[in-house]
């Protein structure tokens, strides 16, 4: 059952606050598909869009999604339509939602879909209950329908962070998952000279007790012979001229 979004209040940020910035290389570049005039202009801004969702700088091949790009090439769906079907893809799922808590879901989609971070924590526990409570698919709806949205980007332009004044860009920020489960990998994974991995390996090893047999008698013992049975021949003879023995010649 669906309720309706929680009340939040906005706080202040960089792309709520009018600016006066010089731009620069880390102004963001805006693709606007009334820009393309021929197939090279309308593929950087399928890219732009793919990297702008996935966070992604090198697409794989199963992450494409040909049928979203034949439609957006012909004009046949809007830029607005093609970040929503791409937001509802399997690799994004795969990617972000199966990863990730709801609270770090909602931050990343509201970084790549608005292109700003949660204004505070009530606005992404209002957005979480909204995953919980509709799905993933019913958020990126809510988020691609809402009116900050066609605000800032519209039916044409290809989402992007809006007014970075500072810190990193957020798809260097917003990786595949966030700490908790990065933490956990790292746990679970083999390190060299960790007390942890030798404790393992000592309960893993199978301890197999030797029979020992205590009536052991002496009288089945066979010591070997090692006298000789023949005696040096000759005299003993040495090369030194202090020895008590004749010397060699």
């Keep these: 059952m669906s309720i309706p979004l929680l ?21 963001p570049r805006i693709y606007r598909i009334e820009d393309c005039i ?37 004009r046949a769906i809007t830029v607005r339509d093609f970040i929503r079907g791409l937001a509802k893809t399997e690799a994004f799922y795969r990617l972000v939602v199966e990863k990730n808590s709801n609270y770090r879901v909602v931050e990343v989609c509201l970084k ?28 990126v709806d809510a988020l ?13 332009i290809v989402p992007y962070q809006r007014r970075r004044y500072k810190d990193r860009p957020f798809n260097l920020v917003t990786p595949s998952y966030g700490n908790y489960w990065r933490d956990k990998l790292e746990d679970e994974r083999y390190k ?13 090893i ?33 090369i030194n001229s202090v020895a008590s023995f004749p010397q060699r010649r």
């Design 7 to 27: 009340a939040y209040k906005p706080s202040s940020q960089n792309q709520r606050v009018s600016g006066y910035e010089v731009g620069n290389e880390d102004t």
């Design 38 to 74: 021929d197939d090279a202009d309308i593929q950087e801004l399928i890219w732009a869009a793919y990297r702008q969702i996935f966070s992604e700088h090198e697409i794989l091949k199963s992450f494409r999604q040909i049928t979203l790009e034949s439609q957006v090439k012909n």
């Design 112 to 139: 790549r879909i608005l292109g700003r971070a949660p204004y505070n924590k009530d606005e992404e526990i209002a957005w979480s209950i909204k995953i919980a409570t509709g799905g993933i698919g019913s958020f």
């Design 144 to 156: 691609v329908d809402s009116e900050e949205y066609q605000a800032n980007f519209s039916d044409t």
């Design 192 to 204: 060299w000279g960790d007390i942890r991995n030798f404790l393992d390996l000592a309960r893993s």
């Design 206 to 238: 199978q301890i197999k007790p030797v029979n020992q047999n205590v009536n052991v008698s002496t009288a089945n013992i066979k010591i070997p012979d090692t006298t000789r049975d023949n005696k040096p021949d000759g005299v003993l003879a040495s």
